[in-house]
């Protein structure tokens, strides 16, 4: 990525995107590793924090759009990492949930996912690094 100042990069919205996008190929060349994407890790985080989610309400939570996170859902499934199964609640509903070979993986993600917190946490400082999750959160509500 260059670092030639553009009339473009003077934009918070375009150092937001260009910030995402080499913290997104970085952490994507590590999980390459281990066989996965960023979108898998983000499923698979969802999943292991919570009960089970909905197609929809996981689309929303790992930002994708609902035909791509059928796809990506779908090619989990058949790998053996998450399974489909109906909502306790409601048996019309259908829920994802981590199997143990997604928990498993899930945890041997957290590694290089939080080396990449981690190293982002000592480029910036903790108290900045706290003031940016702020912004950021505030800018998406």
């Given amino acids: 990525m260059t670092t ?5 990069s003077s934009y918070l919205s375009y150092s937001l995107a260009a910030a995402h996008r080499k913290l997104h190929i970085d952490l994507n060349r590590e999980l390459k590793k281990l066989g996965v994407q960023v979108e898998t890790w983000r499923v698979l985080q969802s999943l292991q924090s919570a009960e089970g989610h909905t197609m929809s309400e996981l689309a929303e939570i790992v930002l994708m759009n609902p035909p791509t996170l059928t796809k990506l859902v ?7 990492l998450v399974q489909r199964q109906l909502a306790h609640e409601d048996q019309r509903r259908v829920q994802l949930a981590l199997t143990d ?3 498993k993986l899930s945890e041997e993600i957290m590694h290089h ?20 999750r702020e912004a950021l959160e505030s800018l998406s509500t």
């Fill in 113 to 132: 996912v939080n080396a990449q917190n981690d190293q982002i946490i000592e480029t910036i400082g903790e108290e900045k690094a706290l003031l940016l």
């Fill in 74 to 80: 779908d090619r989990m499934v058949a790998d053996g």
């Fill in 4 to 8: 030639q100042k553009t009339p473009v």
């Fill in 101 to 103: 070979l997604g928990a």
